[in-house]
């Protein structure tokens, strides 16, 4: 969604901010914007909606903007349509306040009336021209209401969520920033910060960080930093060491990040089950949930909670939960389970399930639930993020940053800390030691055989070219493998377009069957398991309709070859870890069509990395 990213030192801020957009480029966005103070031509603004390099193409045309001091933001379209006025930063029309902002404010129409009858005249439809005319009607510096002041002052009467970044002609020494529900980190430099909604954005520069808490505003200079509440209370953030590399945000030679990061399964799976199996004592050690052992082997039920690829790894979680740790689950949209008023019994567990951290639904869904008792656990991969920081107790997916938009490394990351969550409860409620050692060993297998399934890529081009023009597609799986064909027909319609559904096998005859004609593909999860018998005899009620069959199936199974026209194998392995090599193929599938139909793969259209808004 909207990204930020703001500078002050000594450098020029232009070609910093502009790189820092492109790096911000993957969260999704619709227009973009830069705003730069300078002794020589004082605050300039340019915005263009479209891509980032149009900004860039603009600025070299203007020429000027060329201070130390700037802030840029990536607009991704919720108040207002996609036009350069609603773009950002947006200005006031009294104290030369320029400001950039991430979030929502609820209550923009009262402030705007408010605003309007005293005289100021908006030139957007956003809520965001609302709060840069607000702290410019309250600055008034002579008084003792500088820069810093009049954003605490606005903060204190907005109601919503916002990270902000704010300069004023008045004062080009200062930059002031804050954050509520939205995430914003201050890197900190030699004599310099770069300020962003995202760690990409600033770890060329600097690793040296702090993320701002809720309710906290942060005024920054050339010399330094000081940090208070929307109050006023100072405070003192801890600076720390940000886990990024360079290189996990660059391509490295891939030709799009989706397609890295699938072929990062191996090594990223490798890191996430790194140090969590203990093989000696038959155990899983996760450090996160230690302190609260006890009540999690007690838990008489789990929620999992999460949206898109999120939801699909939770309903699997719950397959998991229930067949390994014994314990009642069900799996949730977080968009669904915030507003139904849900009973939430003494002894419940709800573990809430997000790459980002940050996304709205599952936020709002986790707050529910642990309003209502439950102990709450989080299993997220961007550390230190909302869900990270309002969870009880959690455990990080560790497969390093996902930049690619269609989600796939964090599923298989999800999946596996999921697996690793039921062995830890299972292990100590009811599952044999024997079991849980063959589900252990499995697991540590997974990354190998990723390896093996990923040296058939060409193959799965080759059979995905025979059917890419087919605007059509079915997934069809059973059991283990039901969401994991949810997630291969979410793969295909992001960034294919094409349309697709995914359902369990035996739901096909209750109505979706009437789809099937000459040549439509269904794709089948037929992995040797409890359920083959059944997925086969699926099989032939398509083929006996003129569809088209592509099966995921066994490595050694020849049987299939005779129900299906294409067959794409796995590795065998017990049924509870299957859709971490099922969903591999389905991954390259999608990547394959969307690059065959010549899509940007890595900025799928009206799609957003992270909805941090609901
Ligand atoms: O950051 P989260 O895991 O909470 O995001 C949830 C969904 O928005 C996300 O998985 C989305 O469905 C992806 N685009 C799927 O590829």
Redesign the pocket.
Known sequence: MCGIVAYIGAKKARPLLIEGLKRLEYRGYDSAGIGILSDEFGLEVAKSVGRVSHLENRLKELGGFDGSIGLAHTRWATHGGVTEANAHPHRDDKAGICLVHNGIIENHSALRKYLMERGHTFHSETDTEVLAMLIGELYDPENGTDLEAAVQTALREVKGAYAIAVICENEPGVMVCARKGSPLLVGVGNEEFIVASDASAIVAHTTQAFMLDDYNVVKITREGFRTSTVDNVEIMPKVTELEYELEQIELGGFSHFMQKEIFEQPASLRTTLGGRIDHNEGKVVLGGLAQFAKELVKAKRIILT???????ASMIGEYLMEDIAKIPTECEYASEFRYRNPIVEDGTVVIA???????AD?IAALREAKDKGALSVGVV??VGSS?ARETDMGVYLRVGPEI?????K??TG?VTVLTLIALFMGRRRVTSPERCARIMNALDAVPDKIEQILATNDEIRRITERYVERNNWLFLGRGYNYPTAMEGA??LK?ISYIHAEGMPAAEMKHGPIALIDEGMPAVFIANKGSQYDKVISNIEEVRSRGGHVIAIATEGDEEIRSVAEEVIYVPGCPEPISPLLTVVPLQLMAYHAAVLRGHDVDK?RN?????TVE
């Not at 999460?306 to 699909?312: E, V």
């Open positions: 999460g949206q898109g690829t999120a939801l699909h399930v997000s790459q980002s951290g940050e996304t599952t991969n961007v869900i690619g938009v269609a989600s796939t964090a599923f999800q979410l793969k992001e799928p799609l957003a990395k992270s909805v």
